[in-house]
């Protein structure tokens, strides 16, 4: 059973970090924003690749806030979430597991 519960602490670690990364990268999208970046920069290309699959997906369902981008916003909010519960349940299930108390 320590196995599976190594599993789960390996999963969360590296979860927790890929969210982390994903949201500076969405921080650095939106102060993009603000500027008008040479869209052939490589950075800049990779920042809209990354991220605009979510965020075009996130802008579908808000209204029009007469050009105010509000869907950095939510996914930034989506993935603290995300952080705060996901993270802190599966840390909860292995110490669980570790304990026997399940």
């Known amino acids: 059973m320590f196995v599976f519960t190594h599993l ?4 969360t670690d590296i979860l927790s970090y ?4 994903y949201f500076w990268i ?3 999208r939106a102060i993009l924003s603000w500027v ?8 800049v290309r990779f920042l809209y690749q990354a ?3 979510v965020l075009g997906r996130v802008r579908r369902f808000l209204p029009y806030m007469g ?3 509000l869907s950095p916003l939510i ?3 989506a993935l603290l979430f995300l952080k705060r519960f996901l993270i802190a ?3 909860d299930v292995a110490l669980r597991l570790r304990t026997g108390r399940i």
């Open 18 to 21: 890929a969210i982390e990364i």
């Open 75 to 77: 996914v930034l909010l």
């Open 67 to 69: 050009g105010i981008d």
């Open 51 to 53: 991220t605009e699959p």
């Open 8 to 11: 789960i602490e390996a999963f």
């Open 36 to 43: 008008n970046p040479d869209p052939y920069n490589p950075i």
């Open 89 to 91: 349940t599966l840390v």
């Open 26 to 28: 969405i921080i650095a």
